[in-house]
């Protein structure tokens, strides 16, 4: 079992950042893949991004690219996700998420924490 804890959230306003945390514990975090998915109101849960077990390789969603990065301390047991410029359509619940692979779907991933509430002022 792996328990994740997403932190980081809050309100921003459009244009600024906000760097979320996804602390791990349990079995060994290194061993996972870890994805972050959003799920604004009423909208479905979608990809944001996914970082390999190693973190050399990365995916992102096109909504995602060039403003969001995603990276991973194994050391610490934590991921991250860096988000700039950032839009009020981003508004949503960002979940992280741990896996055997990437992937850019949600059924891939076996494990998730609760969740964190992200909210874009314009």
């Known amino acids: 079992q792996v328990q994740l804890r997403e932190s980081g959230g809050g309100l921003v306003q459009a244009g600024g950042s906000l760097r979320l945390s996804c602390a791990a514990s349990?079995?060994?975090?290194?061993?996972?893949?870890m994805g972050w998915f959003r799920q604004g109101p009423g909208k479905e849960r979608e990809f944001v991004a996914a970082?390999?077990?190693?973190?050399?390789?990365?995916n992102y969603a096109v909504s995602a690219k060039g403003r969001f990065t995603i990276s991973r301390d194994n050391a610490k047991n934590t991921g991250y996700l860096q988000m700039n410029s950032l839009k009020p359509e981003a508004t949503a619940v960002y979940y992280c998420?741990?896996?055997?692979?990437?992937?850019?779907?949600?059924?891939?991933?076996?494990?998730w924490g609760q969740g964190t509430q992200v909210t874009i002022s314009s």
């Open positions: 349990g079995r060994t975090f290194s061993s996972y893949a």
């Open positions: 998420a741990a896996g055997p692979r990437t992937s850019s779907g949600y059924r891939g991933y076996d494990y």
């Open positions: 970082i390999s077990w190693s973190g050399g390789f990365s």
